[in-house]
T-cell receptor, first 111, second 114 residues
Framework: GENVEQHPSTLSVQEGDSAVIKCTYSDSASNYFPWYKQELGKRPQLIIDIRSNVGEKKDQRIAVTLNKTAKHFSLHITETQPEDSAVYFCAAWTGSYQLTFGKGTKLSVIP | DGGITQSPKYLFRKEGQNVTLSCEQNLNHDAMYWYRQDPGQGLRLIYYSQIVNDFQKGDIAEGYSVSREKKESFPLTVTSAQKNPTAFYLC?????????????FGPGTRLTVL
């Protein structure tokens, strides 16, 4: 089955700096890659997603890039703010109606 | 995701008891899912259902059961056979049967075994 590795597990950045979280996947048939943000005790919220026919997608300060050949995708957050502090999860669609999630990255933005 | 509700928010279970977690959605979504979240483990799929009266096991189905009698509802029962049920349980739904669909999550139920 699909395996998704996410790095780093924790990330601290100064306010205003950029943050990058990387994920690799194993199943070359995976074709949908969402990113979720989860604040403490809350539900995961979709922040951006990308499909395999696109290499990059941006939404204001957030961008996701996808390299299908290398089977990895990354989340980029620019001009980080304290409210960006949360746990971020990547996921890959396996094709059998299942999402496989990475183990999460705890992002701390230091004011 | 505001159209997905879970109850209760907190649940306490004694050893040997079965408990049922509720998940309801009013988004007219066909597919529904149950995940378990443990610290440092990410989200792991327990069961999913693509359509009424049909459901499939996920990666960690042992000790759990589900039903899908109505499109809007997908309750999860944690049985006494689940040896370590303390966790945060998340229900999700996605629009259709096409396969690749965004999943939207409910607010979760935190289950604690006493």
């Amino acid at each position: 089955g699909e395996n998704v590795e996410q790095h780093p597990s924790t990330l601290s950045v100064q306010e205003g700096d950029s943050a990058v979280i990387k994920c690799t996947y194993s199943d070359s048939a995976s074709n949908y890659f969402p990113w979720y943000k989860q604040e403490l005790g809350k539900r995961p919220q979709l922040i951006i997603d990308i499909r395999s026919n696109v290499g990059e997608k941006k939404d204001q300060r957030i961008a996701v890039t996808l390299n299908k050949t290398a089977k990895h995708f990354s989340l980029h957050i620019t001009e980080t703010q304290p409210e960006d502090s949360a746990v971020y999860f990547c996921a890959a669609w396996t094709g059998s109606y299942q999402l496989t999630f990475g183990k999460g990255t705890k992002l701390s933005v230091i004011p | 995701d505001g159209g997905i509700t879970q109850s209760p928010k907190y649940l306490f279970r004694k050893e040997g008891q079965n408990v049922t977690l509720s998940c309801e959605q009013n988004l007219n979504h066909d597919a529904m899912y149950w995940y378990r979240q443990d610290p440092g483990q990410g989200l792991r799929l327990i069961y999913y259902s693509q359509i009424v009266n049909d459901f499939q096991k996920g990666d960690i189905a042992e000790g759990y059961s589900v039903s899908r009698e109505k499109k809007e509802s997908f309750p999860l029962t944690v049985t006494s056979a689940q040896k370590n049920p303390t966790a945060f349980y998340l229900c999700a739904s996605s629009p259709g049967l096409a396969g690749v669909d965004t999943q939207y999550f409910g607010p979760g139920t935190r289950l604690t075994v006493l």
